[in-house]
């Protein structure tokens, strides 16, 4: 793994978590300096998600005797998991349509981008759930997401709209979400789910605290399970700084640093929660190859 912080003309700055903050590009108008930022982090969590999510998927289609099914993606941003899991894209497909070598007019992007998105798995819906407004409204616009809500739940109650978009779905699932977003959220998307049975499949970053989600799931009957000794590489880290905050926040945790994130690399871990009576088949059974 390349462990050599980008190069970047400012100074960075760090959110309450020690994080470098991107709330820079997390919410404009079109995706372009989104994925130019994070392709020069070596940003890849959703790419290496995406083979467990597919297999979690099918047991779940497979568990509701339907072919149709409707995943909610927490802190989607622009739609990344949508694109890559209703549009069988790749991480680097979607670093390349977004580079310098995309329109540089946002309608002709936009344009271009409802056509490439307009065919896709009919009997899959994806509907992001992220505070960015204009994230949401980008992705929605081009056809990456069926639907988006951009209602911060961790301060409100969903609406009856949002409702309508987030209500029955099969999955829940993120890719870095958790450590912004809390069991308040998860507990507002869940009770919304079909039967209030979704699967969720979240990848954590191994510096927050996944207990207290797990906690509200087990008091809906829910079994929660991590794929043990696998970690998977979000992005690089910017700078020392905040490699040593990662590396604080885990002595906090009382969690040992793996060999990655010594070398650079902020690490996820997946964990899978689903309906006891729905969890008989283990999860690493479950998401082999």
Not at 21 to 29: A, F, Q, R, T
Not at 42 to 67: H, I, Q, W
Not at 102 to 128: N, T
């Amino acid at each position: 793994m390349d462990t050599s912080p980008p190069s970047s003309p400012h100074a960075p700055t760090f959110d309450r978590t020690g994080k470098l903050s991107l709330d820079h590009v997390y919410n404009k108008p079109d995706p372009r300096d989104y994925f130019s930022t994070l392709s020069k982090l070596g940003y890849r969590v959703p790419e290496l998600a995406k083979p467990f999510f597919k297999r979690l998927l099918e047991a779940r289609r497979a568990a509701s005797d339907s072919a149709d099914a409707k995943i909610v993606d927490v802190g989607c941003s622009y739609g990344v998991n949508a694109a890559l899991l209703k549009h069988d894209m790749s991480l680097d497909d979607l670093y390349q349509l977004y580079s310098a070598d995309a329109p540089d007019d946002q309608r002709a992007l936009l344009a271009r981008d409802r056509v490439l998105f307009s065919g896709a798995d009919e009997a899959l819906s994806v509907v992001g759930v992220d505070a960015a407004q204009n994230a949401i409204a980008y992705a929605v616009d081009a056809g990456i997401l069926d639907a988006g809500v951009s209602t911060n739940l961790e301060r409100r109650k969903p609406t009856e709209a949002d409702l309508q978009a987030i209500g029955g779905a099969d999955m829940i699932i993120s890719t870095g979400c958790v450590g912004y977003v809390t069991e308040t959220s998860l507990e507002q998307l869940v009770d919304a789910s079909r039967d209030g049975q979704a699967w969720m499949a979240n990848f954590v970053l191994r510096m927050f605290d996944y207990q207290p989600i797990e906690d509200m799931l087990a008091e809906r009957g829910y079994v929660t399970e991590r794929l043990d000794g696998t970690f998977f590489p979000q992005r690089r880290f910017v700078s020392t700084e905040e490699q040593d905050h990662v590396l604080e926040n885990l002595s906090r945790r009382g969690v040992a640093p793996e060999q990655a994130e010594r070398e650079g690399w902020y690490l996820a871990e997946l964990h899978v929660s689903r309906p006891e009576s729905q969890a008989a088949i283990a999860l690493e059974q479950l998401v082999q190859h």
